[in-house]
């Protein structure tokens, strides 16, 4: 309860944790804040685990001539249906809730995303 943080979630699976339940993916979403995976900044390393992500707020300015995609590899309703960052920013700013539905769903399955690479991992005893 309340571990919303990617690397917290991976931290308390390590020590046996099975179920979560945080308000965080949706609260930031609320304010414009999303994870998505990199290859630099933030990196979970917790045994096997090596899983890089950064966490923007796309209400800055500099992402309204954003016009890429969250995340190409990302498999949300949103990335997948070519959403814009700017586009988002757009709708989160004119406080339209379709924009933080999008965020959202993206988050969540950030998240859900996560989890699933950690479970195929124990699965591999790699975790
Ligand atoms: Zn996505």
Redesign the pocket.
């Known amino acids: 309860m309340g571990i919303g943080y990617p690397e917290d979630i991976a931290k308390v699976i390590a020590l046996g944790v099975d179920m979560f339940d945080c308000v965080l993916p949706t609260r930031l979403a609320r304010h414009g804040v999303i994870w998505r995976k990199k290859k630099s900044g933030k990196f979970i390393k917790l045994k096997n685990l090596q899983y890089g992500y950064e966490q923007i707020d796309i209400t800055k300015s500099k992402y309204a001539s954003d016009f890429e995609t969250?995340?190409i590899l990302?498999d949300?309703y949103?990335?997948k249906n070519q959403f814009s960052i700017s586009y988002i920013r757009h709708l989160i700013k004119e406080q339209e809730p379709l924009g933080i539905h999008l965020l959202t769903m993206?988050n969540l399955?950030?998240i859900f995303n996560l989890v699933e690479d950690i479970k195929h991992k124990i699965i591999d005893k790699k975790f």
Do not use: A, G, N, R
């Open positions: 969250i995340d990302c949300c949103t990335c993206h399955k950030f």
